[in-house]
């Protein structure tokens, strides 16, 4: 067979990666490489969150507390929620105004605090980062 002719496939539910040399048809074969698999293959790191997601969301939930409940350590507190400015001033630089986006953002964290109220001020903090991100 012709090497230029070698093709590669990625068996997502094996895992394993095959070069088949001449393959006509393009399609992977449905065999395992014994080569590649092993017991050790299937406790693969990669693969953890797939097959436990529950454990996989709270070892992430518990790495976040603790990173989290050292950055408040370090601060010495929480830090305040920055919302805005109430007032803008006018195109005539002489009246203000009631600011919308500082309207907006405090509708929009009214209605996390309605859907998740047991969320801290670091989860406030990252909401407002994504929502300066959003509007900018």
Same mark, same amino acid.
């Given at each position: 067979?012709? *090497?230029?002719?070698?093709?590669?496939?990625?068996?997502?539910? #094996? /895992?394993?990666?095959?070069?088949?040399?001449?393959?006509?048809? /393009? !399609?992977?074969?449905?065999?395992?490489?014994? =080569?590649? &698999?092993?017991?050790?293959?299937?406790? &693969?790191?990669?693969?953890?969150? @797939?097959?436990?997601?529950?454990?996989?969301?709270? @070892?992430?939930?518990?790495?976040?507390?603790?990173?989290?409940?050292?950055?408040?350590?370090?601060?010495?507190?929480?830090?305040?929620?920055?919302? /805005?400015?109430?007032? !803008?001033?006018?195109?005539? #630089?002489?009246?203000? =105004?009631?600011?919308? !986006?500082? #309207?907006?953002?405090?509708?929009?964290?009214?209605?996390?605090?309605?859907?998740?109220?047991?969320? &801290?001020? *670091?989860?406030? #903090?990252? @909401?407002?980062? /994504?929502?300066?991100?959003?509007?900018?």
């Amino acid at each position: 067979m012709d *090497e230029s002719k070698k093709e590669v496939f990625l068996d997502v539910t #094996q /895992g394993v990666v095959r070069m088949d040399r001449g393959a006509t048809d /393009g !399609q992977p074969r449905s065999e395992p490489n014994l =080569r590649t &698999s092993n017991s050790m293959a299937s406790l &693969s790191v990669s693969k953890f969150p @797939f097959r436990f997601p529950i454990l996989h969301g709270l @070892f992430l939930e518990l790495r976040s507390f603790l990173h989290r409940s050292q950055l408040v350590w370090q601060r010495g507190g929480t830090r305040p929620l920055e919302i /805005g400015s109430v007032y !803008q001033r006018q195109d005539d #630089q002489i009246s203000f =105004r009631v600011n919308m !986006q500082t #309207q907006a953002r405090i509708l929009d964290m009214q209605r996390l605090m309605a859907s998740v109220p047991w969320c &801290s001020g *670091e989860d406030c #903090q990252l @909401f407002l980062l /994504g929502w300066n991100a959003g509007s900018g």
